[in-house]
Every structure is written in C-alpha cells, then in structure tokens.
C-alpha cells in the first residue's frame, strides 16, 4: 500500500483574477491524478480557488491547514487541520507536502511559505511568479527551485518529480 | 453540504494490550461511522492501534499530526501531518478534533493533550482512565469530561456529543 | 563563563490570594539567587505577581513567553518572547527553563505545562498542589516530581537541584 | 519604566568573513546603546558573531531563540530559549523583536525570517543585501524595507526607527 502524493498550492488571500483562475485549476487537475491537495485553509483568494477546484472531483481529499481557531474555514476543505500557530503554520504546509506549487509570489506570507520549503530541501514550482521572484529564488534555491508557464505545465511536473519521490 | 466530524483519539506509544484492543476498536467504529480519524500519527500503540482499525472500514480517513519530520510514521495514516513542533503538537491534534477519546492516561504526552483540550473548551471522552486521572481531570474539566467504560460506549458519547455540536 | 539557571514559575492567570503571595515571594527569591525567571508574561495572576517580586531585586533578569502577540504584557516582564503559539507556549516555557516550579495545579494551563515538563524529562517542584494532583502526576512523574510546603522551601528544592544539574 | 528595544539580528549559520564582522560589530553596537540582542542562538555563523559582539559590553543582555533542544547554543546567548519548533522558531525570533537587521539574505532560513517580519509589518532593515534580494523584498515591504550600507549606519537607522516606535 502507498500512500498518495500530498501537493500544496499555495498563494495571496487577495488574489488576482488570473491567480484564481490558475488555483482553481491546479485543485482539480491536483484531484484528478488522486493527490491530496493541501492549502493555508482560509475562504479566500488562492486557498479557496484551489479547494473549490479540486472538490469538483467526486473522491477528492482537501486539507486546510489553519492559522487559528478563529478564522473562517473555506468549506470545500474537508479536514480543517487548526494550528494556533499564527504564521508559523506555513512551516507545517510545506514540511506535510511532497511539492509546493506557489500561485504567484507576490505577498510575504507565500514568500515565506517558499523560504521554508527551501530551507527543508522541499521541490517548489513557481507559477505566475515575477522576475524579482525568479531571480532571487531561482539563485537561492538551486535543483529546488522549478518553474512552469501554466497551471497543466505545474501538473506534468509535478508528476514527473513525484515519480524521482516515491 | 456539512463537514464530517474530526474524532482524536490519543494514548501512549508504549501500550498495554487492552488499549491497543480498545483503540483498534475506537478506529474502526469512527471509520464506521463515518468520522475522520485523528492522532499522532505514530506507528506505535495507541496510535497504530487506532489507525490501522479505521483502515479495515473502507473509504475511511486516517490524519496524523506528526512531531517531527524523522519519526516512523504509521502506514495507515493516509494523511500525514509534519508539524516539526515537537511535542507542542498535541496542542494542533486537540483543536483540529470536534472531540477527543483518551485511551488510558497515564503518560505524560496524554495528560498534556486531555489537559490542552481542556484549556480550548473541547469534550474529552476517557476511557480506561485510572482512579487518580479521573479525579485530577474530572474536578478541573467539569462538563468537558465523560467516561466511558468500554471503546463502544466511547463512541455512542461521541455520538450524543456530536449532534449537540452539530 | 557558565549560563544563570533558568527557572520557570507557572500557575493560573486568575489564582488565589495565597497563590499570588507565594508567586511573589518565588519571583523574589529566584531573583535574590541570582537566577533567570521565566513566566507565561501575562499581566494576570502568578505570572504577574513572580514578574513583580522579580522586579523587587535590582539587576534581575525576566522573561516572558507570551501565547500572543495582542495579549497584555505584565510591565514587570524584561524580555516579552512573542510566540503566536497559543497554548503551545507552554511547551517552549518548560523546554527553556532548568527547573519549573508550579503554583498550584487547579486549571488545565498549568496542567499541560507540568506534563510537558515530564514529557521532557524535566523537574518540576509542586507548591500548594491538592491531593488529586499530587496523586496524578506524583505517580507519573516519579524521580522529576517534587512536593514543596512552601516557597522557601521550594527554592530550596530549586538550589538543590540546580547544583545536581549544572 | 519604559521597555529595552529588542533588536534581532539575522542571517546564515555559515556566514562570509565579512557578515561574520558586520554581524559582531552589530552585536557590539546594539548592546552599546542598551537594547536587548534577539538572535537564533546557535554557535554558528552570524548568530554567534552577534552574540560575541555584544558581550563584549558589560550589562548587555543577549536572547537566542534555538530550534531545537539538542543543538549547541552559542556560549554568549545569556538566556536559551528552547522552542523545539525547528525553522518555525524564525517567526518567534521577528515577532519578539521590535526591528529585524538582516545581515546578508542568501540563504533560505534568513529569507523566510525577513518574509515573516513583513507579514507581521515589522521593519526590517537590510545590510549587504544583493541585488535581487533588494529588487524582491523592497517591492513587497514598501516602507517596512530599509538599506544600510554598514553595520554604524544599520544601528543609526534602528534608533531612528525606534524613537518612532517608543
């Protein structure tokens, strides 16, 4: 028995249209190869797309990984993991994950979400991420650091590092 | 659409046979009936005790809430969680349950997880709880705490609990 | 050069006035001994009467290790440790302290903070403790536990082990 | 009675010679000006220059704030904080200080502490910074980012800042 691959998809609260729509695709194609999708959890921008998209898929296994007790959990996460963690709980999303997938980078939270995955030797794909993103994670995190130009590019490879994984 | 309940179910690493036996059983009766299953994570004692009977139910839903990343974790977990929080984990398992089963007290680990439950307002269902844990416990968490004498019994508390909360 | 010993108070933000006159009295003599305190930092019961008596003696040293960045800080506290753990603080309290001395055991924070000490492996030293916890933890905690009658006595106790200690 | 600022300085466990000196000149500078030293706390790199540094000042007080119980602790940290929270222990370190200097960012651990320090709207300021740390952090922490090109002009920009703040 193996157990299935666990991506996150992480990104903004206060996303971009273009960010939600790729989140939203990256939950669904994520649910439709049967891997369990992780996020921050929250009713909001790339946390929601993505739980929204992959619950689209009869079977699908979401996770949400909490702040706090307090904050409104997005319902399409099946399992509410609450943290009380503040902040620190982006540590728990990358560690729990096999890969990252990073919806744009433009906000401290997912840039500390991608350090933190680094830090743990953790493969992270950078989507929709700007040049100032590019250059300083590409340097920073060399052999980690992968780049796709769409939501279904994310997917392929994600597949193939799970594939050099398990 | 309302989200399944999230059932903890907490022990020792170190069991003796009857809780192991209990906690088989308190695994496969959540699975049953259609609850989450949450614990440690484990492969160990309670833990994989719990894990492993909520595996024979088909369809069923195993998270562990891991200490670290380098700890064995039980293969009956589909989900695990890796919190690198040491024992401060015990906090996120507590909060992410709707109620919490201890099978037995008599270690420190669970005396932290009954004791954090407690402190977050959350039902503690013990079982097989010795004579100094049901005082100590029962006296501080008037109204939190109920005892069960068997894992069936456990779980039909769990039930009445789980309508009120619900 | 070796490090001061490091000593933690703990006990209830809303505790009785005999706690709060003993939690004084334990501030004062740890700082008289030339030892580090360290509390939970809230500016409410034991934590902020041992901040206090602390304070009392020039050149003291006081840290708190607060669950919150919103929560009041007892002004008494040097060094407020910003956690944004919750509860889960209790852990980082009783990993950093060479000794913990609790002040009564009669709410579940308190509660967690002694068993995570004995998960630890720590010492902990009981002072106005009830039976039912001293029957509890006494048994599970045998070699770390140790029962004071009074404040004195229980720096004392602290004096005695830190010498086996360091 | 008004609170010592707390200053955290930051940056790689394996540092150049030249953050190696900067990072003890800010120790040094810091405890010069009567503020409490915030590092990571290990025998390493910058934490330990910025330790040494300020020890070298009689009175200073300097905090380490360490992942995990059995790393060495840098022998000039005054008072250990054990978190046993692995690299989430970096949000600890920001949230308990009142400015953040990083002392170089090229490495992922220092990365994920500036990101933290933003998403809590901490100032942070920037030395030996490249240019794609700059280009990336100084978008997203518009007024919270500053530049220094020395350790003096660093410490001339926390006391600006903290008069501020104070």
Same mark, same amino acid.
């Not at 995190?141 to 997917?155: D, P, R, T, Y």
């Given at each position: 028995?193996?157990?299935?691959?666990?991506?996150a998809?992480?990104?903004?609260?206060?996303?971009?249209?273009?960010?939600?729509?790729?989140?939203?695709?990256?939950g669904r194609?994520?649910?439709e190869?049967?891997?369990?999708?992780?996020?921050?959890?929250?009713?909001?921008?790339?946390?929601?797309?993505?739980?929204?998209g992959?619950?689209?898929?009869?079977?699908?296994?979401?996770?949400?990984?909490?702040?706090?007790?307090?904050?409104?959990?997005?319902?399409?996460?099946?399992?509410?993991?609450?943290?009380?963690?503040?902040?620190?709980?982006?540590?728990?999303?990358?560690?729990?994950?096999?890969?990252t997938?990073?919806?744009?980078?433009?906000?401290? !939270?997912?840039a500390?979400?991608? +350090?933190? &995955? %680094?830090k #743990?030797k953790?493969?992270?794909?950078? /989507?929709?991420?700007?040049?100032?993103?590019?250059?300083?994670f590409?340097?920073?995190?060399? !052999?980690?650091?992968?780049v796709? +130009?769409? &939501? %279904?590019? #994310?997917?392929?490879?994600?597949e193939? /590092?799970?594939?050099?994984?398990?």
């Amino acid at each position: 028995m193996s157990r299935k691959a666990i991506i996150a998809v992480i990104g903004a609260g206060s996303a971009t249209t273009a960010d939600v729509a790729s989140a939203r695709e990256l939950g669904r194609s994520i649910a439709e190869r049967g891997w369990i999708l992780v996020t921050g959890g929250r009713d909001a921008g790339v946390m929601k797309a993505a739980n929204e998209g992959a619950k689209e898929v009869e079977g699908s296994i979401t996770i949400g990984i909490l702040p706090n007790p307090d904050i409104p959990v997005c319902p399409a996460v099946d399992v509410p993991i609450i943290t009380d963690l503040g902040e620190a709980r982006n540590n728990v999303i990358v560690l729990s994950a096999d890969i990252t997938i990073a919806c744009s980078i433009n906000d401290p !939270g997912t840039a500390s979400e991608v +350090a933190l &995955a %680094l830090k #743990a030797k953790k493969p992270v794909i950078l /989507l929709g991420a700007g040049m100032s993103a590019l250059d300083f994670f590409g340097t920073m995190g060399k !052999g980690l650091i992968h780049v796709a +130009a769409s &939501a %279904l590019e #994310a997917c392929q490879m994600a597949e193939q /590092l799970s594939k050099r994984r398990f």
